[in-house]
C-alpha cells in the first residue's frame, strides 16, 4: 500500500472529476475506465478479467479485500483526503480502476447459453445494474443491447449491479432489431414482455433456449422488436397499474423460464 497525504498527489489524477459530467474517468469524453466502489464490487472487480489499474481507499476498508496479490498500486488514505480528491464523501471507502477489455461478440455471448436477455431502449443506469444483478442471480447467462441501451460500465450501473455487470457477459446487438434473428437461428425463441402481449407469461411454453426482450420503462418496445420476437407475453397485474419496473419485471420472467435451474 502507497500512503497519500497530499490531496494533489498526481498519482490520484484519474480519480478526479467523479462529479463533472464531461470529465467523468468512466464517461465518454474522460479516460473509458470502469470505477468499481465499496468492498463487495471491488472484490468483484478483482475476481473478474477486468485489468485493475489501481485502488483508493481507507486502510479499514482496504483490509477487507484480497490485495496481497495484486499487480496495481493501492492507494492508501483518509476519508476526508479521499473526499476532496474525487470531489464528494465516499461513504463505501474504497475505489477501484479497471481497463474496459474488449467487448465479446454477440456470437461469443450466445454461444453454450441457454438464457439470455435482451434489451431495447434501457437508458436508466440504475434500471440496468439491477436488471444485472437479477441476471446474475436467476442464472442468466448472458445481456445482448439492442438500440438506446445505456453504458453498463458507467459507476451507477456497476454499483447498483452490486459488480455483477463484471461477470455476466454483455455486448451490444445489430442491427436493430433485425440482429434477433442471430438468436433465432441458433435455437433461441425470442420472448417480448409487454403489456399487449396475446399470451401470458405463465402460458408460454418454457423453451430449451429462451431469450426475454425487454424494453424501456414508459414507451416499451417498440413495435418493431415485438414484431421480430417469436411470442409477445405480458405478466398479469391488478387492475390500474400498467407496468412493472423493467429490472422488476425481468427478475419475473428470469424466474419463470426457469434461467436459475
Excluded at 470502469?34 to 468492498?39: R, S, T
Excluded at 455487470?165 to 441458433?186: C, M
Aim: aromatic letters at 4%; a negative charge.
Amino acid at each position: 500500500m502507497l500512503e497519500v497525504t497530499d490531496p494533489d498527489d498526481p498519482r490520484l489524477d484519474e480519480y478526479r472529476f467523479l462529479r463533472t459530467a464531461d470529465r467523468r474517468p468512466d464517461r465518454p469524453g474522460g479516460l473509458g475506465l470502469v470505477i468499481a466502489e465499496g468492498v463487495i464490487a471491488v472484490g468483484r472487480m478483482l475476481a473478474s478479467h477486468y485489468p485493475v489499474r489501481s485502488m483508493l481507499g481507507v486502510r479499514r476498508k482496504l483490509a477487507e479485500l484480497p490485495i496481497d496479490d495484486l499487480d496495481a498500486p493501492v492507494y492508501v488514505t483518509t476519508a476526508e483526503i479521499m473526499a476532496e480528491v474525487i470531489g464528494f464523501h465516499l461513504n463505501r471507502g474504497v475505489l477501484a480502476m479497471a481497463d474496459r477489455p474488449t467487448p465479446p461478440s454477440a456470437v461469443d455471448v450466445i454461444s453454450g447459453a441457454r438464457r439470455l436477455a435482451v434489451l431495447e431502449g434501457v437508458g436508466d443506469h440504475e434500471n440496468l445494474g439491477a436488471l444485472f444483478r437479477n441476471a446474475a442471480a436467476l442464472g442468466v447467462d448472458g445481456v445482448l443491447l439492442g438500440a438506446g441501451c445505456a453504458d453498463p460500465l458507467y459507476r451507477r450501473s456497476v454499483r447498483v449491479s452490486m459488480g455483477h455487470v463484471l461477470s455476466v457477459p454483455f455486448t451490444a446487438l445489430t442491427p436493430w432489431p433485425d440482429g434477433l434473428k442471430l438468436l433465432q437461428d441458433n435455437g433461441f425463441t425470442v420472448i417480448a414482455l409487454t403489456p399487449t402481449g396475446s399470451s401470458a407469461l405463465s402460458e408460454v411454453a418454457v423453451p430449451d433456449k429462451a431469450a426475454v426482450l425487454l424494453g424501456s420503462e414508459g414507451p416499451g418496445l417498440t413495435p418493431e422488436a415485438v414484431a421480430a420476437a417469436d411470442v409477445a407475453a405480458r405478466i398479469p397485474m391488478a387492475g390500474g397499474v400498467d407496468s412493472l419496473n423493467v429490472a422488476t419485471a425481468g427478475a419475473v420472467a428470469f424466474y419463470a423460464l426457469g434461467a436459475s435451474r
